[in-house]
């Protein structure tokens, strides 16, 4: 038999759901094309775009996201607040609105760790292998889209697979400036009905769900990705 505060908060924890999988989807997708232009900053010739993207992620990588979190919204956005113009314009809704400040956050995360993964793979993809596409006549830009980026995806997909699902778990600090995501709509459950333990059990299997649900996407990727050797 199905709980009743279960029933009764469905609807809310519905909502958390899909705020948690609306962070997910945005940090991974904006994050990851930072990631790569972060990684291809990494690697430049050119110094000054080089050390600086090596600032940025030591950054980054050094503090809590907790703490980047906290500096954007309780900083930014009492910053924000005290400029009229801004409380006047269309970007208000936004800007007081603490998901955009985790969005921010998270995009920024994950421009820095997958950034210096995605440097590595782009450092591991053998050289035989560009001087084939030069060969070929390509350029460097159509070597690098064409060869080199999709060469080194293949090869971190495993890599990559584990940091969606780190990801995941760090939409969890929504709930920490007052976001009702999937953990948030646990706190507000267990706040009303006295259950302590009941809906974290709960949330704690949909985020198990979630990492499989990641986990079996990444590997069919990789399946597909990855071609079948016939025997002779």
Do not use: H
Not at 72 to 78: D, H, I, K, P, R
Not at 151 to 178: D, F, N, Q, W
Not at 181 to 210: F, K, M
């Amino acid at each position: 038999m199905i709980a009743a505060w279960i029933t009764e908060y469905a609807a809310l924890l519905g909502r958390g759901l899909q705020t948690t999988i609306s962070l997910l989807l945005i940090a991974s997708v904006l994050g990851f094309v930072l990631a790569v232009l972060v990684a291809l900053a990494r690697i430049s010739k050119n110094r000054l775009l080089a050390k600086a993207s090596l600032f940025y992620t030591s950054l980054w990588r050094g503090t809590p996201l907790l703490i980047q979190i906290y500096i954007f919204y309780y900083g930014l956005g009492s910053l924000f607040a005290q400029f009229p113009l801004l409380r006047a314009s269309f970007l208000w809704p936004y800007l007081r609105d603490g998901y955009w400040y985790i969005v921010f956050a998270l995009v920024l995360s994950v421009g820095a760790y997958v950034g210096e993964v995605i440097r590595g793979g782009l450092l591991a993809v053998p050289k035989g292998e560009m001087e084939a596409a030069s060969a070929f006549g390509m350029t460097a830009r159509q070597a690098l889209l064409r060869v080199r980026l999709p060469r080194a995806m293949r090869l971190l997909l495993p890599t990559l697979a584990g940091e969606c699902v780190m990801l995941l778990k760090s939409t969890a600090l929504a709930s920490t400036i007052a976001v009702i995501d999937l953990l948030g709509a646990a706190n507000v459950v267990r706040a009303q009905t006295l259950q302590v333990y009941e809906p974290l059990l709960l949330v704690a299997l949909v985020y198990v769900c979630l990492t499989f649900l990641i986990e079996a996407l990444f590997a069919f990727v990789e399946r597909r990705g990855t071609p079948v050797r016939r025997s002779v």
